[in-house]
Nanobody, 118 residues
Framework: QVQLVESGGDLVQPGATLRLSCVVSGVSLDYYNIGWFRQAPGKEREGISCISGSDDSTHFADSVKGRFTVSRDNYEKAVYLEIGSLKPEDTAVYYC???????????WGQGTQVTVSS
């Protein structure tokens, strides 16, 4: 059974940094790209970052480029999204997604809430 479990969301002040975790079980990170998405209230889900399973290459949406970093730890079977210089507009539920370009299968986590407010 494939499971993705996000954690690390919190209520923080503007300018803070958070590290979100996505722990993956049931599939190998070597064969899946892991994406991070977010959905703010009343808005569509937005793709913000991706790390490749094959070569660790990373990609970021323009809205977060320079403030967010992504990394993975194959031993822990986890992918981390570090989000820095947080702004109120970063408030959203953050989801991780595992996608295989070979099988076209994808899996979602349940999300973790990030709230940025003074």
């Amino acid at each position: 059974q494939v499971q993705l479990v996000e954690s690390g969301g919190d209520l923080v002040q503007p300018g803070a940094t958070l590290r979100l975790s996505c722990v993956v079980s049931g599939v190998s990170l070597d064969y899946y790209n892991i994406g991070w998405f977010r959905q703010a209230p009343g808005k569509e889900r937005e793709g913000i970052s991706c790390i490749s399973g094959s070569d660790d290459s990373t990609h970021f949406a323009d809205s977060v480029k320079g403030r967010f970093t992504v990394s993975r730890d194959n031993y822990e079977k986890a992918v981390y999204l570090e989000i820095g210089s947080l702004k109120p507009e970063d408030t959203a539920v953050y989801y991780c997604n595992a996608f295989s370009a070979v099988t076209r299968r994808e899996y979602w986590g349940q999300g973790t809430q990030v709230t940025v407010s003074s």
